[in-house]
């Protein structure tokens, strides 16, 4: 079965740096989304991303933060000056339709020192 | 807005006892509903799903659940706990049209006793 993949698995970076996290959707899918968890807590939206261009974001998801879709497969997620409290568990997601249910890669864990 | 609420943050049971982890839902409009599970340290796994057919939902591993509109319910049950089904649960629901985000409840970790 097709899946999300993301990468890396865990990125570690420091306070102030850019870090660009990964997902290659499942390929027939059309709209793509970026959720984050931060450790112990629920998984929170960021942003939501359809023919090119984002559909929503959160009040997380601010001027720090952007999406790309550069080519037909990539799908990523800048942070241009990190924060401690960046730091959690990135996950990408995408679905085919709108009356279908999103597909989640594993997750990128961002440790911020 | 939409919103889940996940009534017990954390639920023990016996192997072999019934599980049963509830689910409240807030929406507009008749929404579609999700439980995903996520194992220690792995991301989110479709368990099952609810998009205004059958009200009674089966997914994967045993677990099944039932939206009942007038209590606004999509509660997850499992006949008999397994060992292997000690994750987090979490139930998430979403706008039937346009392209809206999936909301997530705050998940309940579920653990299993021998």
């Known amino acids: 079965e097709p899946e999300v993949t993301q990468t890396p698995s865990h990125q570690v970076t420091q306070m102030g740096q850019e870090v660009i996290l990964r997902c290659v959707p499942i390929s027939n899918h059309l709209y793509f989304y970026w959720y984050r968890q931060i450790l112990g807590q629920k998984v929170e939206f960021l942003v939501s991303f359809y023919n090119n261009e984002i559909s929503e974001k959160s009040e997380i998801f601010d001027d720090q933060f952007s999406v790309e879709r550069p080519d037909g497969s990539n799908f990523t997620l800048k942070i241009r000056s990190t924060k401690l409290e960046d730091s959690a568990m990135y996950f990408c997601?995408?679905?085919?339709?709108?009356?279908?249910?999103?597909?989640f890669g594993n997750g990128t864990r961002l440790t911020v020192t | 807005a939409q919103s889940v609420t996940q009534l017990g943050s954390h639920v023990s049971v016996s192997e072999g006892a019934l599980v049963l982890l509830r689910c409240n839902y807030s929406s507009s409009v008749p929404p579609y509903l999700f439980w995903y599970v996520q194992y220690p340290n792995q991301g989110l796994q479709l368990l099952l799903k609810?998009?205004?057919?059958?009200?009674l939902v089966k997914g994967i591993n045993g677990f099944e659940a039932e939206f009942k509109k007038s209590e606004t319910s999509f509660h997850l049950t499992k006949p008999s706990a397994h060992m292997s089904d000690a994750a987090e649960y979490f139930c998430a629901v979403i706008l039937p049209s346009g392209n809206t985000p999936l909301v997530f409840g705050k998940g309940t970790r579920l653990s299993v006793i021998a």
């Open positions: 609810y998009t205004s057919a059958a009200t």
């Open positions: 997601a995408s679905r085919k339709a709108t009356n279908s249910p999103l597909h």
